[in-house]
């Protein structure tokens, strides 16, 4: 039976690969091992997150995280040759852009085992993200193309990517994040931190907006701080805000003397189904996240993207995003449309239906064990 070693270094990751394992269980004709490269730390990665994840703890944890981007992807290299070299898996599934997704595509190549890519072919175009490099370097050695959306598949053709190995699929996260939702239908969320926040803003008269900020060209610099923390302010006059805000972007706020106003709700960091559970029933999501974008769309929750660009156009052509970029008054005057019921009307991208791992798995048996 071949075996499948399913890589994930951060939390967003093991979202893309928990309805992949869900898939290899129920085929059954493929092994399958998960391998945790320990790229980030997150203490809500416990027993719980994997039990609602619905998938077994990592089989593999190689806690070779932290350090600079190229100290990262060194660190992870080395382990998992070590791994690949005492133990060859048949294929190595590599998911989204992030520095793992980078080290153990290159590593895997250079030991002759084919690479599978799931989300490939997004480009935003901006070569100043890391996120970019790591995404084209990954698709230039695959093997093969599990793909999101239309703009994927022809940023494939154009870097001269075999058509026969690019398989428009649909998205995993998608799978995932509807997944989640069903069972948070079944589960009780009063012991969730912002249970008491939804619950005060929600009902006749009342909503709030979710904001989620990261990116390091949005929040690392005192100016575009600034301009971003000026718009929430002014959004939040007239629609509460809560923000869980990450330990990095709290300490620039207070060191860039930003105050967003009474009306902005800072909480910590949120585990996956208690954020599931507050966004999903937001007004609007004013986000620079790339997984969000999707999710949003998944849920036909309004979105505005607080960044110059995209690599998931899909989400603006068809879905529920909204590409503000960071001018102050655009994003006020995207929230505001939303306030006033002119919010774009959104639909799911085609596959974009909750099917997508099992399509990958069934593409990977038959490359795995051809008849």
Same mark, same amino acid.
């Given at each position: 039976?071949?075996?499948?070693?399913?890589?994930?270094?951060?939390?967003?990751?093991?979202?893309?690969?928990?309805?992949?394992?869900?898939?290899?269980?129920?085929?059954?004709?493929?092994?399958?091992?998960?391998?945790?490269?320990?790229?980030?730390?997150?203490?809500?990665?416990?027993?719980?997150?994997?039990?609602?994840?619905?998938?077994?703890?990592?089989?593999?944890?190689?806690?070779?995280?932290?350090?600079?981007?190229?100290?990262?992807?060194?660190?992870?290299?080395?382990?998992?040759?070590?791994?690949?070299?005492?133990?060859?898996?048949?294929?190595?599934?590599?998911?989204?852009?992030?520095?793992?997704?980078?080290?153990?595509?290159?590593?895997?190549?250079?030991?002759?085992?084919?690479?599978?890519?799931?989300?490939?072919?997004?480009?935003?175009?901006?070569?100043?993200?890391?996120?970019?490099?790591?995404?084209?370097?990954?698709?230039?050695?695959?093997?093969?193309?599990?793909?999101?959306?239309?703009?994927?598949?022809?940023?494939?053709?154009?870097?001269?990517?075999?058509?026969?190995?690019?398989?428009?699929?649909?998205?995993?996260?998608?799978?995932?994040?509807?997944?989640?939702?069903?069972?948070?239908?079944?589960?009780?969320?009063?012991?969730?931190?912002?249970?008491?926040?939804?619950?005060?803003?929600?009902?006749?008269?009342?909503?709030?907006?979710?904001?989620?900020?990261?990116?390091?060209?949005?929040?690392?610099?005192?100016?575009?701080?600034?301009?971003?923390?000026?718009?929430?302010?002014?959004?939040?006059?007239?629609?509460?805000?809560?923000?869980?805000?990450?330990?990095?972007?709290?300490?620039?706020?207070?060191?860039?003397?930003?105050?967003?106003?009474?009306?902005?709700?800072?909480?910590?960091?949120?585990?996956?189904?208690?954020?599931?559970?507050?966004?999903?029933?937001?007004?609007?999501?004013?986000?620079?996240?790339?997984?969000?974008?999707?999710?949003?769309?998944?849920?036909?929750?309004?979105?505005?993207?607080?960044?110059?660009? *995209?690599?998931?156009? =899909?989400? @603006? &052509? !068809?879905?529920?995003? /909204? #590409?503000? +970029? *960071?001018?102050?008054? =655009?994003? @006020? &005057? !995207?929230?505001?449309? /939303? #306030?006033? +019921?002119?919010?774009?009307?959104?639909?799911?991208?085609?596959?974009?239906?909750?099917?997508?791992?099992?399509?990958?798995?069934?593409?990977?048996?038959?490359?795995?064990?051809?008849?």
């Amino acid at each position: 039976m071949p075996t499948i070693y399913l890589v994930a270094g951060a939390r967003p990751n093991f979202m893309k690969i928990a309805p992949i394992v869900r898939a290899l269980q129920a085929h059954g004709g493929m092994a399958f091992k998960i391998i945790h490269t320990g790229q980030h730390y997150d203490r809500e990665m416990n027993d719980v997150f994997f039990e609602e994840l619905g998938i077994p703890q990592p089989d593999v944890f190689m806690a070779a995280g932290g350090g600079s981007h190229a100290q990262q992807t060194a660190k992870i290299m080395v382990a998992f040759e070590e791994l690949c070299v005492a133990q060859a898996p048949d294929a190595v599934l590599v998911v989204g852009d992030v520095n793992s997704t980078l080290a153990c595509s290159i590593v895997a190549k250079k030991l002759k085992i084919p690479v599978a890519h799931v989300e490939a072919g997004l480009r935003s175009g901006d070569r100043t993200m890391p996120e970019e490099i790591n995404r084209l370097v990954t698709d230039s050695i695959s093997d093969w193309f599990f793909v999101t959306e239309p703009s994927g598949v022809e940023h494939l053709l154009r870097e001269g990517q075999p058509q026969d190995a690019i398989h428009y699929v649909g998205h995993v996260m998608v799978d995932n994040v509807l997944y989640q939702a069903q069972k948070l239908e079944h589960t009780d969320t009063s012991g969730f931190e912002t249970s008491a926040y939804k619950a005060a803003h929600s009902g006749t008269g009342k909503a709030y907006g979710v904001v989620t900020l990261h990116r390091p060209s949005n929040v690392d610099d005192p100016a575009m701080m600034q301009r971003i923390g000026g718009a929430l302010k002014d959004i939040a006059a007239e629609l509460p805000l809560i923000f869980p805000v990450h330990p990095r972007t709290r300490a620039n706020l207070a060191k860039f003397g930003i105050d967003l106003g009474p009306n902005v709700t800072l909480v910590g960091p949120q585990a996956y189904m208690a954020f599931l559970n507050l966004w999903k029933d937001a007004a609007m999501v004013l986000t620079d996240s790339g997984g969000m974008q999707e999710e949003t769309t998944a849920l036909g929750v309004p979105c505005i993207t607080i960044r110059e660009n *995209t690599e998931r156009p =899909v989400t @603006v &052509s !068809e879905g529920t995003n /909204v #590409l503000a +970029g *960071t001018d102050p008054a =655009v994003i @006020v &005057s !995207e929230a505001r449309k /939303v #306030l006033r +019921g002119d919010a774009k009307a959104g639909r799911r991208p085609q596959l974009w239906d909750g099917h997508a791992a099992v399509r990958i798995v069934d593409i990977l048996a038959a490359y795995l064990s051809p008849q």
